[in-house]
T-cell receptor, first 114, second 114 residues
Framework: AQSVTQLDSQVPVFEEAPVELRCNYS??????LFWYVQYPNQGLQLLLK??????LVKGINGFEAEFNKSQTSFHLRKPSVHISDTAEYFCAVSLSGSARQLTFGSGTQLTVLP | KAGVTQTPRYLIKTRGQQVTLSCSPISGHRSVSWYQQTPGQGLQFLFEYFSETQRNKGNFPGRFSGRQFSNSRSEMNVSTLELGDSALYLC?????????????FGPGTRLLVL
């Protein structure tokens, strides 16, 4: 079975500073990797996904993530954050070629401070 | 195009009752997945339906069930409610049943069991 670990439950950062949210996964087979964002009282919105190909994936709102197979990591980065980026961020995996079943990490609350 | 809609948005029930939640996917989407989100357990996969068939099921007791109709709308039912069933229930839809297509999440139904 696959699993996802988000090492930081809370990340405070000042506005316009860079940020990295860490995600490690465990799986014995190939996986697809995702980052979702959840704003208060809302559902999840996809930021980006890695299926195959280039290991650097660019997403919406200036976010990007790099897939590192040897370190089984998929860290999310943004070079300059805004107040509006304050939200909870979830890393997720699904087994490639299987039916839709996402396994989520426990989430990282990103708080951008003025 | 309208997004995923879930009804009702909020629900209060008492222990022992049963509840039915509804999800209308994005037009043209045939895969519908359900997730439970709680502060303690995080986001957990309940089940996935594709073309009216349950294709995958998470590790939940039989009190949790679902179905999908020919128009791809889905319902989930929880019988004999327990306090621990209090959660945000999220529905997600996607174009196809494999892992490559993006899952689009609805705003969720927040269930409180008293």
């Amino acid at each position: 079975a696959q699993s996802v670990t988000q090492l930081d439950s809370q990340v405070p950062v000042f506005e316009e500073a860079p940020v990295e949210l860490r995600c490690n996964y465990s799986s014995s087979v190939s996986v697809y990797l995702f980052w979702y964002v959840q704003y208060p009282n809302q559902g999840l919105q996809l930021l980006l996904k890695y299926l195959s190909g280039s290991t650097l994936v660019k997403g919406i709102n200036g976010f990007e993530a790099e897939f590192n197979k040897s370190q089984t990591s998929f860290h999310l980065r943004k070079p300059s954050v805004h107040i509006s980026d304050t939200a909870e961020y979830f890393c997720a995996v699904s087994l490639s070629g299987s039916a839709r079943q996402l396994t989520f990490g426990s989430g990282t609350q990103l708080t951008v401070l003025p | 195009k309208a997004g995923v809609t879930q009804t009702p948005r909020y629900l209060i029930k008492t222990r022992g009752q049963q509840v039915t939640l509804s999800c209308s996917p994005i037009s043209g989407h045939r895969s519908v997945s359900w997730y439970q989100q709680t502060p303690g357990q995080g986001l957990q996969f309940l089940f996935e339906y594709f073309s009216e068939t349950q294709r995958n099921k998470g590790n939940f007791p039989g009190r949790f069930s679902g179905r999908q109709f020919s128009n791809s709308r889905s319902e989930m039912n929880v019988s004999t409610l327990e306090l621990g069933d209090s959660a945000l229930y999220l529905c997600a839809s996607s174009l196809a049943g494999d892992g490559t297509k993006t899952q689009y999440f609805g705003p969720g139904t927040r269930l409180l069991v008293l």
